[in-house]
């Protein structure tokens, strides 16, 4: 079992299926039908804290909606964007951090329906928010 930093206690973080360390801190009230490839009604938008630690990364994953990631703790943060074909494709990558004049972003798009991987660059734990437009749900969810 990883030992979680001491300031992420309060967080109340659980596993992630992809990897990871995650808690739900938002979801919109209200839900409406959204086109294909949406099949029931989605809640506007959700939002995550999204823990990773020195030497854990994310499974190759997509998401039918557009995914904004905010980076609040820890060194950067290695995005990497899969395109959006049957499988990860030939990844192209952001660095989400706050170091900007070192060419890191404090936040960054992952397109709906393209896969994505993340992993820290440094030996330190990485807190960054994910927020999903329509809400997530784990029916629009594909781990590779």
């Known amino acids: 079992m990883t030992t979680l930093p ?7 973080l659980q596993p992630h ?3 990871g360390w995650y ?27 999204f823990l990773l630690m020195p030497g854990e990364s994310s499974a ?3 998401v039918h ?7 609040h703790r820890g060194g950067p943060l290695e ?4 395109g959006d074909g049957q499988d990860p494709q030939s990844a192209t990558t952001v660095v ?12 960054a798009l992952v397109p709906g329906g393209h896969w994505q991987a993340a992993r820290p660059l440094r030996d330190e734990p ?3 928010s994910c927020i999903v437009v329509p809400g997530f749900d784990f029916a629009d969810f594909e781990l590779r």
């Open 6 to 12: 001491s300031w992420a206690e309060t967080l109340d």
């Open 65 to 71: 909606s557009d995914e904004l990631w905010l980076h």
């Open 23 to 49: 808690a739900e801190t938002y979801r919109h009230h209200t839900s409406r039908h959204f086109p294909a490839p949406y099949d029931a009604p989605r809640s506007l938008a959700t939002a995550i804290y």
């Open 79 to 82: 995005l990497s964007l899969g």
């Open 17 to 19: 299926p992809e990897g």
């Open 60 to 62: 190759w994953h997509r």
């Open 96 to 107: 989400v951090g706050s170091e900007i004049t070192a060419g890191e972003r404090p936040q």
């Open 126 to 128: 990485v807190l960054v």
